[in-house]
């Protein structure tokens, strides 16, 4: 079916034709008529399938028919779940809007706000945006969504995937309650959660299209899978990229460390690459984006925030250098080649960390995937140097002791060790000292005079009182504890008191009472020994203090 057999307008289908479009696809062609009628409409399509044209075409239809004033504030809002996907709609809409005065603005994080807000600050009538950056400027009344007539909502799924939906939720709760709106929503899988979201803001009765579910849209690529090694991996890129057919090649990782690194050596091989991660600044993503398409950029090393939403033509191969760890998101890479009705080529190379992905991504594209075999002698020797990171581990650190570069800490120089304050300080002439001989063994005095040339003093020996072991059946072997100072009172007065020697305890006085200090007991036996006289000396100063 042809664009000109619908009731389009004559201006739209002007774009349509300088576009380059003539006949519609098959999402084109079920959702068109559906959308054009006014109708809210649940669209399943794999991307690249011609979708956005249908929003687009519709938001156009509808705002040159709507009889509604003109207003600063968009009257269509389209939401997308990443910034590249936000910049591609906004090319396609001034494509296919070329003969149309309608003004639209693409709104999305990583960017100052100032050049936004200017562009909502004259008047927009479409605005394709984000959720993170759309809720900032709504909650600081910088955007107001009073007039929004059409709602889109593209790649659904991948907004649930990305943790977007209650920021969808909150946007859509926004929009106008009373005013007639048309909401149309497109993903690549129709699940619960999208069927939930569209029955709580959509018309009752959607209508439901389902053109090629996605994992069947594959099969019409040429892939295949590598079996190698971690070690050949980078050389098995560089054989295939060396392939006479290979024209733009994009390169998958699942880290961003490893697409830096995979970037960085098929430079210094001779393979000029760009890394697409989501650490750049997004001038310089859409600067590499652009060089892709124009042609400038043959290589491309990028992770999975390049999978979806990216429409590059002539992207002839697609190397998966790792297996991604979800099925879903091997369909969205290797969707990135055989666009537009092209042939392309997927090489997934499967090493001994990824190995069992790849049964499940067979069992989610319902078919094996051929496997091929690359000869010793096509594989490319890397020649680049060591990683930055390993050459910088190797050399020595400023600062540092061996002993901490190993883990370790140095004994302090009081304790023995062998690197005192001066050695820290860089006096390398002081010579480590030899440890003192422990004083408890036999002789030891004598031999640190032999070491040090000094003429032994003989130490002035204490007085130990030999400890009297109890003996009995339920006796334990005494061991010699510093006790606490009343504890031993308490045991040898309790068992004095019971032999008549010593009295108890007294029980302690308050504070705010002061009494005169108790007489001495009565003498009932021999002298009292020195040992008697200290401890009643204690307790009658504890008594005094409390």
């Not at 562009?119 to 927009?124: C, E, P, Q």
């Not at 059409?150 to 977007?164: L, N, P, Q, S, W």
């Not at 060089?291 to 002539?314: F, Y």
């Not at 091929?372 to 060591?386: N, P």
């Amino acid at each position: 079916m042809k664009f000109d057999s619908l009731d389009i307008n004559p201006d739209i289908l002007r774009g349509i034709t300088d576009a380059g479009f003539e006949h519609c696809t098959p999402i084109q062609e079920q959702s068109l008529p559906e959308c054009l009628a006014g109708k809210d409409v649940i669209a399943q399509s794999q991307t690249g399938s011609g979708k956005t044209a249908v929003f687009l075409v519709t938001i156009f239809g509808r705002l040159m028919a709507s009889a509604a004033p003109s207003s600063v504030n968009p009257r269509a809002l389209v939401m997308v779940p990443t910034r590249e996907l936000a910049t591609q709609v906004i090319d396609d809409c001034v494509k296919l809007g070329r003969h149309l005065s309608f003004r639209s603005v693409a709104v999305y994080g990583g960017v100052g706000y100032e050049i936004q807000t200017q562009a909502l600050k004259k008047g927009v009538d479409l605005i394709v945006a984000t959720p993170g950056r759309m809720i900032d400027l709504y909650k600081s009344k910088t955007l107001s969504l009073d007039s929004i007539e059409i709602f889109v909502i593209d790649e659904a799924d991948r907004m649930f995937d990305m943790g977007f939906a209650p920021d969808i939720m909150y946007i859509a709760g926004r929009l106008p309650g009373k005013r007639p709106r048309q909401t149309m929503l497109f993903s690549a899988t129709i699940d619960d959660n999208v069927r939930r979201l569209a029955s709580r803001y959509m018309k009752p009765d959607p209508v439901m299209i389902e053109i090629e579910p996605e994992q069947v849209t594959v099969s019409s690529i040429d892939q295949k899978v590598i079996y190698v090694s971690n070690e050949e991996k980078l050389p098995a890129v560089m054989a295939l990229l060396k392939r006479p057919d290979v024209e733009r090649t994009i390169i998958f990782t699942n880290m961003k460390h490893t697409a830096e690194t995979v970037g960085r050596k098929l430079v210094e091989n001779g393979f000029p690459a760009k890394v697409l991660t989501g650490d750049l600044s997004q001038e310089r993503r859409t600067r590499v984006i652009e060089g892709m398409k124009s042609g400038k950029i043959k290589i491309l090393v990028a992770t999975d925030v390049a999978a979806r939403g990216l429409h590059i033509d002539g992207v002839s191969h697609v190397i998966n250098f790792d297996l991604p760890d979800a099925a879903a998101n091997y369909v969205h890479r290797v969707g990135r080649t055989a666009r537009a009705g092209k042939s392309g080529k997927a090489y997934s190379l499967v090493c001994e960390d990824h190995v069992l992905n790849l049964p499940e991504i067979e069992k989610y594209i319902e078919r094996k995937i051929e496997s091929e075999w690359i000869e010793d002698s096509e594989l490319v020797k890397d020649t680049s140097s060591r990683h930055k990171d390993t050459a910088r581990r190797d050399k020595p650190l400023r600062g540092v002791t061996p002993f901490e570069r190993r883990g370790k800490k140095p004994e302090p120089a009081h304790k023995g060790g062998r690197f005192s304050s001066r050695d820290k300080a860089g006096d390398k002439n002081v010579k480590p000292q030899p440890r003192p001989a422990k004083t408890d063994e036999p002789g030891a005095k004598e031999k640190q005079a032999v070491q040090t040339g000094n003429q032994a003093v003989p130490e002035k020996k204490r007085a130990v009182h030999p400890v009297k072991k109890e003996t009995g059946p339920d006796s334990k072997p005494y061991r010699h504890r510093p006790e606490r100072r009343f504890k031993k009172y308490d045991k040898e007065g309790k068992v004095k008191a019971a032999q008549g020697g010593l009295p108890a305890a007294p029980e302690p006085k308050p504070k705010s009472i002061s009494y005169p200090p108790a007489a001495p007991p009565a003498q009932t036996g021999p002298k009292e020994t020195k040992e008697k006289r200290g401890i009643l000396k204690r307790l009658l100063g504890f008594l005094k203090k409390s």
